[in-house]
């Protein structure tokens, strides 16, 4: 009996947007090394994959580098970068200077994101991991009448939430 491999979703980069958002990861991934760390780099090049896949792609105009401070200025709000208790921290200010980016083109362009990827606050897809296990509102769900936490709920409870794209992972997958 054959048994079939399990499939992995695979995210290229159109061929006519590569050149755009390899620049842009180039700025992110250097600003992140010297600034921020490993997870916002990996946020970034999520975010800047999603964005050079859209149709059109915002990426096709437009300067990299705002781009990229555009990219690391949402995914700091989301995140709250200029919040003084996370590590790291950094301000709007901090963060154009570190792309040579006026304030007011850094939040056009995050408008921009905000809108074409549908990216709100909270929102579980551009969390850094330890904001994802943290968030308490993330797991909560309705069942019933009663609200509960889907953490504590049976594993077959917890596959439905996922499938439904109320959770973003199991958590006894993550042990």
Known sequence: MKVAKPRTKVQTVPRE???????????????????LDTDYRDLARRMAL???????SPLGSGQPRTWA???????GQVNFLSDPATT?????????????????TASAKGR???????VNRMDPAWLLPG??????????????????DLRDMPRAVQEIALAQGLIP????DRA
């Open 17 to 35: 947007m590569q050149a755009a958002h390899d620049a842009v990861v180039a700025l992110t991934d250097a600003f992140c090394a010297e600034h």
């Open 88 to 104: 790291p921290t950094m301000t709007m200010a901090e963060i154009c200077k570190g792309f040579a980016t006026g304030q007011s």
């Open 112 to 118: 921009v994101i905000y809108e074409v990827l549908g």
């Open 69 to 75: 401070c555009g990219i690391v200025h949402v995914l």
């Open 131 to 148: 904001l994802v296990e943290a968030n308490p509102l993330l797991w909560m769900a309705e069942v019933n009448g009663i609200l509960v």
């Open 169 to 172: 992972y199991i958590p006894g």
């Open 50 to 56: 999603a964005l050079s896949r859209k149709r059109p």
